[in-house]
């Protein structure tokens, strides 16, 4: 069994926008990926079909497209917090902060996947959930983790960040898409950012992420071949 690697975002699809290609890769080599979900994502009704939908209505119908978007990806667990979609930077901080905490020792993570501080586009919900993941992993309280990784922003790589890992997703686009796909109340966004899923979009190429803290010790041993030689 390999080694439990979490992904914490703010929202249903966050984690196949950023990271669908790298979850995937890891799920097949035995890795255990787990997601986090500050939200439901009820706040999401003008992205596709679901616009007629009460916020309960559609928080129910993005767990489900969850559910079937974490089958293609390979996620081992799916835990949504429930904090109101849109509202994360006005959340009691010591519960916020707590339940990520909860989360990452529950699974005993050792890799912690977030937003970078700027949530990648400013969103208040990305930055919020970065922030609390951050000051989870950094808070002494979580022995397990021995890396974070903030996926690659606009703002991190103006601030001269090289991306430490880099996944080509031109190889498994089918599979990207497919979970994409399962994400069905949010096609409009979806289509908006990757354009005709049919089609590879060269412009989306890459999935990349920035180091942002290690404990100071290598892991896994060299002597494991497996994608996570690429993250040393």
């Excluded at 586009?121 to 919020?128: E, K, T, Y």
């Excluded at 979009?201 to 060299?222: A, C, D, I, M, T």
Aim: proline letters at 4%; hydrophobic letters at 40%.
């Amino acid at each position: 069994m390999g080694e439990p690697i979490g992904f914490l975002y703010a929202h249903p699809d966050d984690e196949t926008f950023l990271s669908a290609c790298l979850i995937r890769q890891l799920a097949d080599e035995g890795h255990a990926p787990v997601l986090l979900l500050a939200t439901k994502g009820e706040a999401g009704q003008k992205n596709g079909y679901a616009a007629q939908a009460t916020k309960e209505e559609l928080a129910a119908i993005r767990v489900k497209e969850m559910e079937k978007a974490a089958a293609v990806l390979g996620i081992a667990e799916v835990e949504h917090l429930g904090f109101p979609d849109g509202k994360l930077d006005t959340m009691d901080e010591t519960l916020f902060l707590e339940a990520v905490i909860r989360f990452i020792n529950k699974h005993r993570l050792r890799i912690v996947v977030t937003f970078p501080e700027d949530g990648g586009n400013f969103h208040p919900d990305h930055m919020a959930i970065s922030r609390f993941a951050t000051a989870a992993v950094l808070s002494g309280r979580c022995p397990s983790v021995q890396k974070l990784y903030y996926s690659r922003s606009k703002t991190l790589t103006e601030q001269g960040y090289e991306p430490t890992l880099v996944v080509d997703t031109e190889q498994a686009w089918s599979v990207k898409a497919e979970a994409l796909r399962a994400h069905t109340s949010q096609l409009l966004a979806i289509e908006r950012y990757f354009g005709n899923l049919d089609v590879f979009p060269e412009n989306r190429r890459y999935e990349s992420f920035v180091l942002n803290w290690e404990r100071g010790q290598r892991w896994p041993s060299k002597t494991e071949t497996s994608l996570f030689d690429d993250l040393l």
